[in-house]
């Protein structure tokens, strides 16, 4: 006010504000105007929902929306919306009230708020309403990701509801989701074709029916899941006809034994695959061999459970040198052979899993480790009288090293155990069950090199040596390990 009664009082004031070809805005001059008011206030529209954009939706609804009305309704013009309820400050309260008329109102009205949404992340949020997700549906049409994992919706009217209302989604995930039908999936295969991942883990009422719908109207999947969901090859053989440009699939727990010639298949029509996991399904050799010979981009196989011998891994080992994971547990026809062509042949391996091939030996797996440096997890339980020489090795020639696994081990003894804790650092799950052998020096020695370990040494008789407090009461605790194959199990 100062400086506007000082202009008014001067004589000169026009012939200066005609110079600077400004004008008068309230009888102030703009560039004395735009230094009183805050910058962001003269932002064009644009350049507003930009910088809105690197806000949070949480604090976009609660803090920024109250500024101001021009604020307000920009907040619902931003693009490319993420709300994620996994980690917005909401989450807390909405796990406890999702199953209530409260959860559901705040919900519908989160997305109503954002007309531009494209993300929407519900997983884990296990109460929510079939409402909310009608609601979110009818109010977010630019949905392009949808993920209601592990949500125990009430019935497939949410999936018939995404598909109706959200025709550009690409990416769904309807894990645990019990209620899902092969109606519900028909319809979200007819109205999005433009899907390129979706997840059916534990959908156990599907059947082949809706992963042909998929196979027919999506043929720009790229990745598929039907874990313990009750297909057969006929299925298989679908997607590979129509989705060649497919690069994971995971048929967990489905029965293949007899579907040799369909995964073949898929391999010859799918050349771009990179994971794939068949445990639990009974494959056998041939059909591995057939993966190996059509996909060399391979670098996640895993087939636990499988009714597989030394050619299918060897075929493995020469035709995909950028395999950084495989998974042959309980596969108990492979012996050292098949280890030693991996250990020679993929030097990228950095997940391994050999838990009770028990005709695997000492030596091979400790040349698997020489010959794979970037081990990160490493599963060799079962064998009672081996472990010495892999542990040793394990600790020289993989230090990164954070997962371990060699359980049941009669003859492994303080001083490899010891070596492993100052060699590897690293480690944050070690598993060293029913190893009898070991005593205190080893618990010692992982809590002091492996501070952030969780070590299950159940079964090895310590009787009282925690007493000191050289280690917690927990420490021997095996914390949850969410990579196993059978997480999602009943």
């Known amino acids: 006010q100062s400086r506007g009664t000082e202009l008014k009082k001067d004589p000169h004031k026009n012939e200066r504000e005609q110079s600077r070809g400004t004008e008068l805005v309230g009888g102030m001059p703009m560039y004395l105007r735009s230094a009183v008011e805050p910058p962001v206030h003269t932002l064009p529209a644009e350049l507003l929902l930009q910088v809105l954009g690197w806000v949070d939706p949480w604090t976009l609804l609660t803090v920024v929306a109250r500024v101001c009305r021009r604020w307000w309704m920009a907040c619902g013009d931003v693009a490319g919306m993420a709300l994620d309820f996994r980690r917005l400050p909401v989450n807390a309260w909405l796990r406890q009230h999702a199953g209530e008329a409260s959860g559901t109102r705040a919900v519908v009205e989160i997305a109503t708020r954002f007309r531009r949404v494209v993300t929407l992340n519900l997983g884990g949020v296990i109460d929510i309403k079939d409402e ?83 196979a027919e109207h999506c043929p720009l999947l790229t990745s598929v899941r039907f874990v313990k969901v009750k297909l057969s090859g006929a299925s298989v053989v ?41 445990s639990y399904s009974h494959l ?25 011998d030394d050619s299918a891994v060897v075929e493995l080992a020469k035709r995909c040198p950028l395999l950084k994971s495989i998974v042959c547990s309980h596969c108990g026809k492979l012996t050292d052979y ?15 899993d050999f838990d009770d091939c028990d005709q695997l030996t000492d030596g091979a797996m400790a040349q698997l480790a020489r010959g794979c440096p970037l081990l990160t997890l490493f599963r060799f339980s079962g064998y009672r009288m081996l472990g010495i020489e892999t542990v040793e090795a394990l600790a020289k020639s993989c230090p990164q090293l954070t997962t371990f696994n060699i359980s049941d081990c009669e003859t492994l003894t303080d001083d490899a155990v010891i070596m ?17 052998q070991l005593t205190r020096d080893a618990v010692s020695a992982l809590a002091t090199y492996c501070p952030r370990a969780h070590v299950d040494f159940s079964g090895c008789d310590f009787g009282t040596l925690l007493e000191d407090g050289t280690v917690e009461p927990d420490y021997a605790e095996l914390e949850p390990d969410y990579d196993e194959l059978d997480f999602y199990s009943d």
């Open 132 to 214: 909310a997700v009608l609601g979110i549906a009818a109010h977010c049409p630019l949905l392009t990701t949808a993920n209601l994992g592990v949500c125990w919706l009430q019935s497939d009217a949410s999936v018939v509801a995404l598909a109706e209302h959200c025709p550009l989604l690409t990416t769904v995930d309807f894990a645990c989701c019990k209620v899902v039908t092969d109606a519900a999936v028909i319809r979200l295969a007819e109205c999005s074709p433009e899907l390129t991942s979706v997840d059916f883990t534990l959908c156990n009422q599907l059947r082949d029916v809706a992963a042909v719908a998929l």
């Open 238 to 278: 679908q997607l590979a006809r129509h989705c060649p440009r497919l690069t994971s699939v995971d048929f967990t727990y489905s029965d293949l034994g007899n579907s040799a010639a369909a995964v073949i298949e898929l391999a010859t029509r799918c050349p771009l695959l990179t994971e794939v996991n068949f």
């Open 284 to 308: 056998g050799s041939s059909a591995v061999m057939g993966l190996a010979t059509h996909c060399p981009l391979l670098t996640t196989v895993k087939i636990a459970w499988c009714n597989i």
């Open 338 to 352: 098949s280890v030693l062509e991996l250990a020679m042949h993929c030097p990228q391996l950095v997940n391994v």
């Open 420 to 436: 492993l804790a100052k060699c590897c650092p690293q480690l944050t799950s070690a598993r060293f069950a029913h190893c009898e």
